[in-house]
């Protein structure tokens, strides 16, 4: 994580964005929700949580299309190509890296 900071903060980044998701720009952490569903419960995204976006914080629906489906299929992309290691006889296959 320090990399990535160190990184963030040579690129000219905000210093205060580092303290927390309650020091970013309102526009960003608006994203927090949506993001959070799409990661772990896809299938419950609701209408309401775009329209959330492009009606009170501020996001065109083009915007938010880009922003959440990119990082999210890039996720599904390697998430899909970490082997998989023998499950054992009671468990369904689990992620893990090959024995």
Do not use: C
């Given at each position: 994580?320090?990399?990535?900071?160190?990184?963030?903060?040579?690129?000219?980044?905000?210093?205060?964005?580092?303290?927390?998701?309650?020091s970013?720009?309102?526009?960003?952490?608006?994203?927090?929700?949506?993001?959070?569903?799409?990661?772990?419960?896809?299938?419950a995204?609701?209408?309401?949580?775009?329209?959330?976006?492009?009606?009170?914080?501020?996001?065109?629906?083009?915007?938010?299309?880009?922003?959440?489906?990119?990082?999210?299929?890039?996720?599904?992309?390697?998430?899909?190509?970490?082997?998989?290691?023998?499950?054992?006889?009671?468990?369904?296959?689990?992620?893990?890296?090959?024995?």
């Amino acid at each position: 994580m320090e990399l990535q900071k160190r990184e963030f903060l040579y690129q000219a980044g905000d210093p205060q964005w580092l303290k927390g998701l309650d020091s970013a720009p309102q526009k960003l952490t608006s994203l927090y929700h949506i993001n959070k569903v799409m990661a772990h419960r896809p299938w419950a995204l609701k209408k309401e949580d775009f329209l959330h976006l492009t009606k009170k914080a501020g996001w065109s629906l083009s915007e938010v299309m880009k922003v959440t489906s990119e990082p999210h299929s890039m996720y599904s992309e390697i998430i899909s190509n970490i082997p998989r290691r023998k499950s054992h006889p009671h468990q369904s296959g689990r992620l893990g890296l090959s024995q």
